[in-house]
């Protein structure tokens, strides 16, 4: 292999893609940092979710990327993975719509829906262009991105404590696996720490470490995704990341790991009517209760939706936001003195899209993507992506990070910039010389055909 070539499967040499130049990956890294920025609670509580779309600025830094070393090849591989993500946008768009018109739903639950559906898309169009531009390096450019916008939010948080006790603050959260008061509870930034879970598996499970920079790159990762997950105050995603760690152990042992990544997507989406039906019947509460789980007023929450929607296979959904219609109607009676989502996707979900369309979503989620992964890419492609949604689906079950900004970004762009090393190293393998069986095989059919095309 050349530094401009690469070896194809079959042994020719084929142009290597070109790299992405120096300053325009560094201006996606500053959009990116920017971006996340907007989740320090100071902004956010003054713009809401505005500075997310800064985010979208990969698209000029690819249209910079284009001018300079324009490769086609590159950028035509990259849009192969729009229409495969783009499919859940139709799902919400078109459910969500039917729903709108048969309802004749107010304009400000469609207008907020409307804001969801585009930041959905900001999430893969940002993946998309990001692996375009850096490939498999983009994983990281993400990774080293978020930790410099949430290392930057540590110190703007530090004049309001001082630097005694914020770092009293952070060793008390670590030393006590998650006790939080003052400084650290500040930092409890949802969106980026879940996602910090994601990184800890695919630097745990999946990063090379073939070379020496490689090994300590790993590190790097598992270290300061750990140190962000408990400063971000997250105890619970700690348990998670392990066992989809296990998990990722365990597949790796079986003969054929493909159909057990299959067989845990159909479970999952099994599931997740018979935990409908726990969370509707007060079941799960109760077993939670007897167990001694504070349930930190999620038993309210999942009580008071039941009469309205019903857990049928026709329930026609409320359609995009409209549990948050539900919420504030609650606050106002009185019943809930803070305007607080449910802490249960699943459940919202099926209020919100209804049956047909939570039964897209799973589907598409849980058996449509792990199949593709699978098939268009490789199995340890597939077992990345089942491993983080485990990871992620633990979350769903008592929050609300279905449609997390960034949590939905390392769904698709960790899988997704992990895919290009793959389809790398396959085409870096060296080209070997066939037996003598082989060769006399291929001799033998290269015989054959010429006399068929005599005969003919």
């Not at 449509?368 to 490789?378: E, L």
Request: net charge positive; aromatic share 14%.
């Amino acid at each position: 292999m050349t530094n401009s070539r690469i070896l194809r499967d079959g042994g020719g040499l084929e142009e290597a893609p070109k790299k992405c130049p120096a300053f325009v990956t560094f201006l996606a890294a500053a959009c990116t940092v920017l971006a996340a920025l907007g989740d320090w609670k100071v902004i956010n509580n003054a713009y809401g979710g505005l500075p997310k779309a800064l985010a979208l600025g990969t698209i000029i830094c690819a249209f910079l990327n284009f001018l300079v070393a324009a490769d086609f090849a590159k950028f035509k591989k990259a849009m192969g993975f729009f229409p495969v993500f783009m499919l859940l946008i139709a799902v919400y768009a078109l459910v969500s719509m039917y729903i709108w018109v048969t309802d004749f739903s107010e304009v400000t639950s469609i207008s907020r829906a409307g804001q969801k559906i585009l930041f959905q898309t900001i999430t893969i169009i940002y993946s998309v262009f990001m692996c375009y531009l850096l490939e498999d390096r983009a994983v990281h450019c993400l990774f080293f991105s978020l930790c410099a916008a949430n290392a930057a939010i540590m110190l703007l948080e530090v004049p309001n404590y001082g630097l005694g006790e914020s770092i009293a603050s952070v060793v008390t959260c670590i030393v006590t696996f998650g006790t939080a008061e003052g400084f650290v509870r500040a930092l409890e930034i949802h969106d980026i720490t879940f996602l910090f879970g994601q990184f800890f598996i695919y630097y745990a499970m999946f990063a090379p470490k073939s070379s020496a920079s490689e090994r300590r790159l790993r590190r790097a990762g598992m270290i300061l995704s750990l140190f962000f997950l408990l400063v971000g105050l997250k105890r619970s995603t700690i348990p998670s990341v392990l066992l989809a760690c296990l998990y990722v152990k365990l597949l790796r042992l079986v003969r054929k790991p493909g159909k057990f990544i299959l067989a845990t997507g159909i479970g999952l989406f099994l599931f997740f009517y018979v935990y409908l039906y726990l969370t509707r019947s007060g079941i799960l509460v109760a077993f939670l209760e007897s167990l001694g789980v504070d349930m930190m007023g999620r038993d309210v929450l999942w009580s008071l939706p039941n009469d309205y929607y019903e857990l049928s296979p026709f329930w026609k959904g409320l359609g995009f936001e409209g549990v948050t219609d539900l919420v504030n109607m609650w606050k106002r009676d009185g019943l809930i003195s803070r305007a607080l989502l449910l802490h249960n996707d699943i459940l919202k979900i099926f209020i919100e899209l209804g049956a047909m369309g939570f039964t897209l979503w799973s589907g598409i989620n849980y058996i449509a993507y792990p199949a593709y992964w699978i098939k268009k890419h490789n199995t340890e492609t597939g077992l990345l992506y089942m491993a983080i949604l485990a990871y992620m689906t633990a979350t769903y079950l008592t929050d609300n990070t279905a449609f997390y900004f960034w949590s939905c970004i390392g769904l698709r762009l960790i899988p997704m910039s992990y895919s290009y090393r793959s389809r790398k190293t396959e085409k870096a393998m060296p080209w070997k010389a066939p037996t003598p069986e082989e060769a006399a095989n291929e001799i033998w059919m290269i015989e054959m055909e010429e006399k068929a095309n005599h005969a003919e």
